[in-house]
C-alpha cells in the first residue's frame, strides 16, 4: 500500500498564497502521475491538478487555472501544489494522489493511492 504525506496547509486570508508538498514512504514518486485534490465539507472530491509521469504535461480546472500550479522535484522526491490569490471558496481538504504511469486526470476513481490531506482554510 503506498502512502503519502501532505503538508504545508493552513490559515490564510484572502489573496494569500500557500505551497503543498506531497511526500511518498517508501517509494519513488516519478513512476506515477499524481494528482492533487480537495473536499469541502458536503462535497465530492474536486480534481485541482495533475502531473503525468510520462511527459510532465499538467491539467487545471478553470476554477484554479492561473492561480494553482503543480510541479514534482524527483531529486527530493516530492511533488508540490502552489497555490496563489487564495480565495475562501478554496478551502478544503486537499489530496494528494497517485495511479499508475498513464496520463494524468482530474477524475478521483482513476487514482489508487490516497494521501491523508491536510487542511487549508481561507478566511479574513
Known amino acids: 500500500q503506498l502512502q503519502f504525506v501532505e503538508s504545508g496547509g493552513g490559515l490564510v486570508r484572502p489573496g494569500g498564497s500557500l505551497r503543498l508538498s506531497c511526500e511518498p514512504s517508501g517509494f519513488t514518486l516519478d513512476y506515477y502521475s499524481i494528482g492533487w485534490f480537495r473536499q469541502a465539507p458536503g462535497k465530492e472530491h474536486e480534481g485541482v491538478s495533475c502531473i503525468s509521469s510520462s511527459d510532465g504535461s499538467t491539467y487545471y480546472p478553470d476554477s484554479v487555472k492561473g492561480r494553482f500550479t503543480i510541479s514534482r522535484d524527483n531529486a527530493k522526491n516530492t511533488v508540490y501544489l502552489q497555490m496563489n490569490n487564495l480565495q475562501p471558496e478554496d478551502t478544503a481538504v486537499y489530496y494528494c494522489?497517485?495511479?499508475?504511469?498513464?496520463?494524468?486526470?482530474?477524475?478521483?476513481?482513476?487514482?489508487?493511492?490516497w494521501g491523508q490531506g491536510t487542511q487549508v482554510t481561507v478566511s479574513s
Open positions: 494522489a497517485a495511479a499508475g504511469p498513464r496520463p494524468c486526470s482530474l477524475r478521483p476513481h482513476d487514482y489508487d493511492y
